[in-house]
């Protein structure tokens, strides 16, 4: 029943990003979904972004393995990350009106700092949009009780995302989050009730897990702790925003208003559901600690799928499955659909630049098709952990483009030259200490962080000076 239930919803889900797409009539909808998403479109659109497959699975495993200070990346680095962008970027980015983020990097900064920064932006979903085919398949896997492979599951996945992505792109996209956001907020509440009764109550869970140490947050007092968890905290909070697919949900908005709120309400409401997750793999160590025990340390991301599976009525699991399926489909969908269309057309119409609105559009079709390919090939050969994938996917665009953009923003004497050297010392010096030093008392990423700071002033001033003594 539980197997059929997920394949009528798959179905239904589908096509009801089909219909949507036949909206679609160029690329500012494809794109931006015309730029007339209302309040609570984005809001769910924003939310059901970030709750993906390492919310539900990455981080409850790696929560019952290192406590809340295992999870400073995400859940809080990036929630704060939303914050950040409603109360800083969105309003100047939406009064913009650009097709993508890597736009702005050419309009500010030139046409090869936009490319450098849309390759880095593009890779950087790599392991993103990976995590989160690689979770289709595990779910494929539990559900179908081994019948379907992973790899299996895996390929089902990608093509049937992929398939309203292709054809509607952030429109589909906008809508069929919607929708997915009410299932999760209901799946995720129901559970949660359901399970906590069989765990002995809300309170018998907290209280274990308080007296076993996982709340503990903040590190020791010692440069390597502290060190590593600033780190850990600014990869997710600072490197998600230059994001395309935080973009454009700032750019499908109806006003400036509606971009900025939204992204507010959207990672205040990531943050609160975040936990729940969290409780309910928790609860799997009251309730059959010998299962955790077995999964913990081969392959833990299974805990929460198994604990539903055998201690919950079909009702429970539907509603499970649906909430999880839910936040993998509206996560992978955007994730697929934010490299392709700046990849389009940032890199690509660059070079063709007699490329008319439904040329770009079919292009950008193209790339989709072959970027799901291509993640869905990492997906299959990577032995990483979900929350693993997705944590290490933000550092390159910590490194080489957010500091282009925070001070492109808010430093009028940003230059082009401080712009270049700013992407090109970041990701410099992060690459060259992830080889030598991965492990030294400075992460390689905020290594890297202050290199293009470095090269964002230094090359500002510079050429400042430069244009002074010209005059």
Known sequence: MLLWFVIAYWIISVAIGLWVAMRVHNTADYAAAGHSMPMYVVTATVFATWFG????????????????????????????????????????????????????????????????????IVVSYLGWVAAQIKALGLVFNVVSEDMISKDTGMIIGAATVMIYTLFGGMLSVAITDFIQMVIIMLGMVYIAWDLSATAGGVSAVINHASAAGKFDFWPALNPTEVIGFFAAWITMMLGSIPQQDVFQRVTSSNNENTARN???????????????????????????????KQYLDTDSQLILPKLIMDHSPVFAQVMFFGALLSAIKSCASATLLAPSVTFAENIVKGFYKEMTDQQLLKVMRLVVFVFTCLVTFIAIRSELSIFKMVEGAYKITLVAAFVPLAFGLYWKRATPLGGFLSVVMGAGVWLICEWVAPDALIPPQLAGLMASLTGMIGGSLVASRKELRAA
């Open 53 to 120: 497959s390492e919310t539900v699975l990455g981080i409850p495993a790696t929560f019952l393995k290192e406590g809340l200070h295992g999870v400073v990346a995400d859940p809080f680095g990036s929630s704060l990350c939303l914050i950040l962008v409603g109360l800083f970027f969105a309003v100047p980015l939406y009064r913009k009106k650009l097709l993508t983020i890597g736009d702005f990097y050419r309009i500010k900064y030139g046409r090869t700092v936009e490319i450098l920064v849309t390759l880095c």
């Open 262 to 292: 939204a992204s507010i309400l959207g990672g205040s409401l990531y943050f609160c559901f975040a936990f729940i997750p969290m409780f309910l793999a928790y609860s799997a160590t009251l309730i059959d600690p010998a299962m955790v």
